[in-house]
């Protein structure tokens, strides 16, 4: 099993910055990416942000330029880095990793998710 446990939500004005961080635990063996989604209320969930092992990265269209993923490879952790923060922006964030795990003896793949933060953004 593989946990996620995220932290850095919360209400903002508009124009503001949050900084999201997203730990992973457990047996891992290996990440091979994590990333970021929100969804908001009565919309579908949609990546926000990714980054991979070898540490590409990849954004949404309408947040590129404001948003920056990273990560700690030495704590399993990706953070979300949120500037210029918008109204639209609000929606509940959620951490995403996937890898592979210890099973006893055996490695086995995971897709874990967080359980997810509020970010209000407020005009």
């Known amino acids: 099993q593989v946990q996620l446990v995220e932290s850095g939500g919360g209400l903002v004005q508009a124009g503001g910055s949050l900084r999201l961080s997203c730990a992973a635990s457990g047996s891992i063996f290996l990440i091979d990416a994590m990333g970021w989604y929100r969804q908001a209320p009565g919309k579908q969930r949609d990546l926000v942000a990714s980054?991979?092992?070898?540490?590409?990265?990849n954004y949404a269209e309408d947040v590129k330029g404001r948003f920056t993923i990273s990560r700690d490879t030495t704590k399993n952790t990706v953070y979300l880095q949120m500037n210029s923060l918008k109204p639209e922006d609000t929606a509940v964030y959620s951490c995403?990793?996937?890898?592979?795990?210890?099973?006893?003896?055996?490695?086995?793949?995971?897709?874990?998710w967080g359980q997810g933060t509020q970010v209000t953004v407020s005009s």
């Open positions: 995403n990793a996937r890898g592979s795990t210890w099973e006893k003896v055996r490695l086995v793949p995971f897709d874990s």
């Open positions: 980054i991979t092992s070898l540490g590409s990265t």
